[in-house]
């Protein structure tokens, strides 16, 4: 099984930073062969603070990423927080995220897999990879077709994150594709004076390390200028340098 990529911004912040990061990733895909999703969230409904930037919401949201895949031909996925919002999400994008803390939720598992979509569930970072069985046997037998699962680091508290490799080696018994989120597994979770700092410098060594456990996807936030991003900026790649690290991991 070929590895596919999924890369963007956290959030949706303009629509001139989805088309500078769009561009980049069609280059890439056309530079080294590889199948690239978009991804970008229309709302961050689990941010640190109340004061912390959320998106621009579904509806707009939605129009700027079809405005994306119109453009550049790239696959879209984002992420879901409730179950109503499966189906008109579904109508747009190619893939439907479930977040990490929600990845347990039956009702939400049930309505992205009923839409017929593939299905990314982020494992929990308080499962084990083998909890993750599941939250996969829930979409499978709601109907999904396809289901992936995304490993992103155990929480101890503390602010910090903790990676298991054998989490990736553990999950391919039963899942096809596993992803490894190389960006949100060297996040500081609430370590920023509320909000989440990171450890970008790690990322590249992430994926290489999940590689190794057998993992066939890897998930890359990144941004044009991570220290100006909305979101998750510390733990973001530069733009500048996804290419580079797509080329080390094919």
């Known amino acids: ?4 990529f999924i890369a963007g911004p956290c959030v949706i912040e303009s629509a001139e930073v989805l088309d500078e990061v769009a561009a ?3 280059r890439v895909r056309e530079a080294y062969g590889v199948k690239i999703y978009f991804k970008a969230s229309f709302d961050k409904a689990n941010r640190t603070s109340l004061n912390s930037f959320r998106g621009p919401g579904m509806e707009k949201g939605l129009r700027m990423l079809a405005d994306v895949k119109g453009k550049y031909g790239l696959p879209l996925l984002t992420d879901i927080h409730e179950s109503w919002q499966a189906e008109p999400v579904a109508n747009v994008v190619d893939c439907l995220q479930i977040p990490a803390f929600l990845c347990r939720q039956t009702d939400l598992l049930v ?3 009923r839409t017929g979509k593939p299905v990314n569930i982020k494992k929990a970072q308080f499962l084990s990879g083998d909890d993750m069985r599941y939250p996969m046997e829930k979409c499978l037998a709601a109907g999904a077709k396809e ?3 995304t490993e992103r680091g155990n929480t101890f508290g503390y602010n910090n994150l903790v990676v298991d490799f054998r989490n990736v080696a553990v999950m391919r018994t039963f899942a096809p594709r596993v992803i490894m989120d190389c960006t949100h597994s060297v996040q500081r979770p609430g370590a920023a004076g509320g909000k989440t ?3 970008r410098e790690y990322v ?3 994926a290489l390390a999940a590689k190794a456990f057998g993992a066939n996807g890897y ?3 990144i941004h044009p200028d991570p220290e100006k991003a909305l979101s998750d900026g510390p733990n973001m790649l530069y733009l500048k340098d996804f290419g580079q690290v ?3 991991l094919i």
Request: glycine residues 8%; negative net charge; hydrophobic residues 60%.
């Open 1 to 4: 099984m070929k590895p596919l």
């Open 24 to 26: 980049e990733l069609a």
């Open 111 to 113: 309505a992205a897999a």
């Open 147 to 149: 289901v992936w699962l």
């Open 197 to 199: 700092g990171g450890d």
């Open 204 to 206: 590249p060594a992430m």
């Open 219 to 221: 998930f890359f936030e």
């Open 246 to 248: 797509v080329k080390s």
